[in-house]
């Protein structure tokens, strides 16, 4: 690779610390593929499924200490700690490279270096960026080539050049006392040792598409951000595109690839994007997304042909599962597939599963398949331009506090909405499951600087966009004094979107409330959908008690995002407060709310 010489000399340096066996630049052939899965089948590291059900299909078992992603051992190593502010773990950049650097000395012995130049987002669109993800794990290499363009397309993008986003991976010894996630993002550097899982060793998703791309895209004036794209056709056949921020493991898989009910057979719902958008200002003012990635990580226990169609029929052939269980034929099978299991599976660790106890599959078990074989993809999925946002949503897992949707007033409040979310935590990244914590944007585990620069960054944007997109938050994880969800979910999703297309249209009737525009209770097209009594009404009640715990938890978070908190979240809290305490006036008044 002589007209790169960058990059051959750190991969020159970086074998001369790991000490690799052998080294391998990956070009992204096919043949090149088929050698890797061969010798994983040989070393036990895939095992084959049924080929005649799940041709080109293999199961990969992680170390069960290493299923999801580690946030406590994943640091931003800026040289001022207060660039990378209070929501993430900071080391400073020499102690990183001295403490972690140790650890990567001779890691790579008896073992092979895969070289992986890759490519986030469409080849030819001039918001792609190239990485290039150095690593001694196959599985990284064969997960990489799916979910990034891969090999000879990215080596030529960038030519000659040496500013690509620089990724050293290692699986060590696979010990959590050993794993560091560590991002350098002023030298567009991360190194990873010690775990081989997705988030935490496919360094082109995470590590790069949202903490270094968040850094750089405040520097160029752009965002990295962690949300599904979709394109919404109408009965018309125009189509609205939107993007949606959730939390990992909260739906974002499902909502893109969304089918509709038989009522809203009209309807169809485009995939564009299920986890991480790009968004630019494009040269027509408005706020275009791509898709970084070029396939599907998504979480495997919840998926069926009921709740998910479009990822079932994809998954069927090319695609790398793992911690799924797996039935006596050899096909993967996980919690939710079939309302009941077939007899005779083995676990996610490789025993007989005996029902009762522990779930077959792990709950944070994956699919890995190239965004292409989805049914619903766009035909606008790999535009160089992006699609244009007319919508963004925020949402996340809420038992209590936040109904089905509502609008924000306007971009600032938008932000500040974005700015207060919380999310009960799940399966996909290690620590309890449930708990409510604050995430804003849902980028708390993924914002690669200081959170108050963030919103900051975010209130710049939406000055800067000529139609700015309408903001809106969803929940669809509403549950009543029983634990049971208010709202089926799924492809009934689609009965918020309409509504929400309706709004960025100046229709759909709204109430004002002191948290945004709600929909009036005849707003929401619910036809077809027999909820029991009272449960809409339930789906949409701004309960002020709750509220004014929510607004105090949120108050909490923004005092430690202080003194570089904008004032114009700070206006807005006080704001949503001064509404709040109208509202518990008005009702002991009884005033009808404002119907607009
Ligand atoms: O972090 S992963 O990319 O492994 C998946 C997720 O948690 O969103
Ligand atoms: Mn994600």
Redesign the pocket.
């Known amino acids: 690779m002589p007209q790169h010489r960058a990059l051959e000399q750190w991969v020159d340096q970086v074998a001369r610390v790991t000490r690799p066996d052998r080294i391998h630049w990956c070009d992204g052939s096919e043949e090149e593929h088929q050698v890797l899965i061969e010798g994983m089948l040989r070393d036990g590291t895939l095992i084959g499924l049924n080929h005649q059900r799940y041709p080109g299909c293999y199961l990969h078992r992680s170390h069960p200490s290493d299923v999801a992603?580690t946030e406590h051992l994943t640091f931003i190593c800026t040289s001022r700690q207060e660039d990378a502010g209070p929501t993430n773990n900071w080391m400073a950049p020499a102690e990183a490279r001295g403490q972690v650097g140790k650890l990567f000395e001779g890691s790579m012995r008896g073992r092979t270096m895969f070289v992986i130049p890759y490519l986030m987002g469409p080849a030819g669109s001039p918001y792609s960026k190239v990485g290039v993800e150095i690593t001694d794990s196959p599985y990284v290499v064969v997960n990489m080539r799916l979910m990034t363009r891969m090999g000879k397309i990215a080596l030529e993008r960038f030519g000659g050049s040496d500013s690509f986003v620089r990724g050293l991976h290692s699986l060590g010894d696979l010990s959590p006392d050993r794993r560091f996630i560590l991002h350098f993002p002023e030298e567009r550097l991360i190194w990873s040792i010690g775990s081989g899982?997705?988030?935490n060793a496919?360094l082109g998703?995470?590590c790069h598409s949202l903490r270094i791309a968040s850094w750089i895209g405040r520097e160029e004036g752009w965002l990295a951000e962690h949300t599904l794209i979709i394109g919404v056709e109408d009965p018309a056949g125009q189509v609205t595109y939107m993007a949606a921020a959730f939390p990992?493991?909260c739906g974002k898989t499902n909502l893109a690839m969304l089918v509709p009910p038989a009522e809203f057979s009209g309807y169809k719902v485009w995939t564009v994007g299920d986890?991480i958008a790009w968004m630019h200002i494009g040269s027509d003012g408005r706020l275009r997304a791509i898709n970084p990635e070029a396939g599907f990580?998504g979480v495997a226990p919840g998926t069926s042909v009921k709740t998910n169609p479009n990822i079932t029929a994809a998954v069927d052939r090319n695609t790398i599962f793992t911690n799924v269980a797996v039935t006596p034929d050899g096909e993967p099978w996980w919690e939710g597939k079939d309302p009941t299991p077939p007899d005779g599976l083995v676990d996610w660790r490789g025993n007989p599963w005996t029902p009762g106890k522990e779930p077959a599959a792990h709950p944070n078990s994956r699919f890995t398949v190239a965004a292409s074989q989805c049914p619903s993809i766009s035909p606008s999925w790999e535009d160089p331009e992006g699609v244009p946002i007319s919508a963004i949503l925020f949402g996340g897992r809420r038992a209590r506090v936040a109904p089905l949707v509502y609008q924000a007033y306007s971009w600032q409040h938008g932000v500040f909405v974005g700015a207060g979310m919380a999310s009960e935590t799940t399966a996909?990244?290690s620590g309890a499951v449930g708990v409510t914590r604050r995430d804003p944007m849902a980028m708390i585990p993924f914002c690669g600087y200081h959170m108050a620069d963030y919103f900051a960054h975010w209130l710049n944007m939406g000055a800067r966009i000529a139609c700015p997109p309408a903001i809106f938050h969803v929940n669809w994880f509403r549950t009543d004094s029983h634990g049971r969800f208010l709202w089926p979910g799924f492809g009934e999703n689609i009965r918020a979107l309409k509504w929400i297309l309706e709004r960025v249209r100046g229709q759909g009737e709204a109430v004002e409330t002191p948290i945004g525009f709600v929909p009036t209770p005849d707003a929401l097209d619910l036809d077809g959908l027999r909820l029991p009594d009272g449960t809409t009404d339930e789906l949409l009640r701004i309960d002020t008690d709750a509220w004014d715990a929510e607004q105090a938890e949120q108050g909490l978070f923004f005092d430690r995002l202080t003194p570089r908190l904008p004032d114009e979240i700070r206006q807005e809290h006080a704001m949503l407060r001064a509404r709040l305490s109208r509202l518990s006036v008005s009702v002991n008044a009884v005033e009808p709310p404002r119907a607009l």
């Open positions: 992603r899982y997705g988030g496919l998703k995470k990992s493991a986890d990580f996909a990244q």
